[in-house]
């Protein structure tokens, strides 16, 4: 049995001004741990959403008929965050929808968004002798370092990569939290083997911040680049399962990551990290977005696009 992270009450900023957050960015937690409860500061507005390219707005696809794979509502409400230079605020803003979305005063939500420079570490991370010199050298690469109440490994991201927050209202959030891991797997792996790739679901021997349900880029049929990172977040009343795709410009992620695990003392591949583009040239931010909202379009429906809130 799979198990799902802790729902962390809050993650940890160790970078400028002492930031603070929470998020769980590991697609594994101890069975039998209790939700967490809400307490968490609301953020305020910080600018316009990106426009939605119009071809990719809801409704043409869907006929209502349709059944997600992940067994969940039939219409999500569209949200497109701009993008930011507060890490911390980013991961923060997902609990915030996340509490909305139990109490009902949110629909259920999808949200997108293009993250900033961010290493996060797990606590186990946080307990070894290199933690102090691996968030130094996380920031001297530019990767804010945040720390996380959850399990896990240290994983790295950027603006270069694509945040999927996907948050849906459930009696039972922890029920089907297994399901949905294979379910968003197989649907992550079919947006990116549209684009062009061979992806696939498993973890990549190696590979940082290891999970069973690592989507993968193969290389001559054999797992080779991690391509996206799952975690899931319930509290009472709905769940969160939030999505990292790697897409473009590789290179800084490996660099941060080699220099992080070296501090830890934690073996792994530097191989793994890598891009969607290092797979498929010329492939995008962009081009993954439209693709990722043609599939959901194709799944059930899209409400149109809202500014932050």
């Known amino acids: 049995m799979a198990r799902v992270d802790a729902p962390p009450d809050a993650l940890t900023g160790v970078g400028p001004a002492g930031a603070s957050s929470s998020m769980c ?17 609301v953020f305020g507005e ?16 869907y006929d209502g008929s349709m059944s997600t794979p992940w ?72 990767f804010v370092p945040l720390v996380r109440r959850a399990g896990g490994r240290a994983a790295a991201y950027h603006r270069g990569c694509l945040v999927v927050d996907h948050l849906e209202p459930a009696a039972d959030p922890v029920a089907g939290t297994r399901a949905r891991f294979a379910a968003f797997g197989e649907f992550f792996a079919g947006v990116l083997t549209d684009i ?25 049929g054999v797992p080779a680049v991690k391509l996206v ?31 992080v695990y070296a501090a830890l003392g934690l073996e792994w591949r530097p191989t793994t990290a890598g891009a969607a583009q290092d797979l498929a040239g010329g492939v995008t931010v962009d081009a993954v977005e439209d693709a990722l909202l043609a599939a959901y379009a194709a799944t059930l429906r899209l409400a149109p696009a809202s500014r932050r809130s």
């Not at 910080?46 to 696809?61: D, E, I």
């Not at 999808?110 to 050298?137: I, K, M, W």
């Not at 790739?197 to 880029?217: I, R």
């Open 25 to 41: 960015r590991r697609n594994e937690l101890p069975a039998g741990t209790a939700l967490a409860g809400a307490g968490h500061g």
């Open 46 to 61: 910080a600018g316009a959403a990106r426009p939605v390219r119009a071809q990719l707005l809801p409704g043409s696809a």
């Open 71 to 142: 067994h969940g509502a039939a219409e999500l409400a569209l949200v497109l965050d701009p993008t930011s230079d507060d890490a911390a605020a980013e991961l923060e803003r997902g609990i915030a929808l996340l509490r909305e979305v139990a109490v009902g005063s949110r629909p259920p939500t999808l949200r997108l968004y293009r993250p900033s420079p961010t290493v996060a570490f797990g606590q186990r991370d946080a307990r070894l002798p290199g933690f102090g010199e691996a968030c130094a050298v996380s920031t001297k690469h530019g």
């Open 196 to 220: 062009g790739l061979d992806a696939h679901v498993g973890e990549v021997p190696g590979e940082y911040c290891p999970g069973e349900f690592t989507v993968h880029g193969r290389v001559d």
């Open 229 to 259: 990172g799952t975690a899931q977040r319930v509290v009472a009343g709905a769940w969160l399962f939030s999505s990292v795709l790697v897409v473009e410009d590789s290179a800084p992620l490996r660099a941060v990551l080699t220099d």
